[in-house]
Nanobody, 117 residues
Framework: QVQLVESGGGLVQAGGSLRLSCAASGRTFSYTMGWFRQAPGKEREFVAEISGGGGVTVYADSVKGRFTISRDNAKKTVSLQMNSLKPEDTAVYYC???????????WGQGTQVTVSS
């Protein structure tokens, strides 16, 4: 059974930076990993994903150029570096793993990111 545990959320002023991390348990870590977010009253939305080997990354247009996803397969972790944060980035951020088509097999519990103006 795979478990994903996020960390690194918090409160930051607009223009600031935060780094989220997600640690995975389980024997393998070769699958695609991603980050999603859900703001109050809104549906969960895709933020970024990274292929199993780390060579391919995809970003939502809203975060392109500001956020960077990376992974360390030896440590079984995936990170999301968030720069130039905006109040509209405020949301609960979720780590996801093992994308199969449009579905994801594993989800973390979420970590709150709040950006003040």
């Amino acid at each position: 059974q795979v478990q994903l545990v996020e960390s690194g959320g918090g409160l930051v002023q607009a223009g600031g930076s935060l780094r989220l991390s997600c640690a995975a348990s389980g024997r393998t870590f070769s699958y695609t990993m991603g980050w999603f977010r859900q703001a109050p009253g809104k549906e969960r939305e895709f933020v970024a994903e990274i292929s199993g080997g780390g060579g391919v990354t995809v970003y939502a247009d809203s975060v392109k150029g500001r956020f960077t996803i990376s992974r360390d397969n030896a440590k079984k972790t995936v990170s999301l570096q968030m720069n130039s944060l905006k109040p509209e980035d405020t949301a609960v951020y979720y780590c996801a793993g093992d994308r199969r088509g449009s579905s994801w097999g594993y989800w973390g519990q979420g970590t709150q990111v709040t950006v003040s103006s």
